[in-house]
């Protein structure tokens, strides 16, 4: 049974940074690409950052200069380090892996990120 389990999550102020860690287990396919989507209360989830297998990393436009994906596809961990965190970052963060070129798609539970003074 495949699972993808995050840590990292939790209260910070503005301008602190935080590092979310993933970690997965029971995928025993090759991951093609690995990244982070967060939803806000009441919007939709929306991608922060994805590094795809020989494609480079995208970066949402909201996080571009402030967070910075790092991976290991190998071992099937991804991080997502942020930094000059805003209140407008406050969100559920999933972890997200797709292996077989997207043909699996593996979410993590969520870690809840409060950015507020």
Not at 49 to 73: I, M, P, Q
């Amino acid at each position: 049974q495949a699972q993808l389990v995050e840590s990292g999550g939790g209260l910070v102020h503005p301008g602190e940074s935080l590092r979310l860690s993933c970690a997965a287990s029971g995928i025993r396919f090759s991951i093609s690409a690995m990244g982070w989507y967060r939803q806000a209360p009441g919007k939709q989830r929306e991608l922060v950052a994805e590094l795809n297998s020989g494609a480079g990393t995208n970066y949402a436009d909201s996080v571009r200069g402030r967070f910075t994906l790092s991976g290991d596809g190998a071992k099937k961990m991804v991080y997502l380090q942020m930094s000059s965190l805003k209140p407008e970052d406050t969100a559920v963060y999933y972890c997200n892996m797709k292996a077989e070129r997207g043909r699996y798609i593996y979410w993590g539970q969520g870690t809840q990120v409060t950015v507020s003074s």
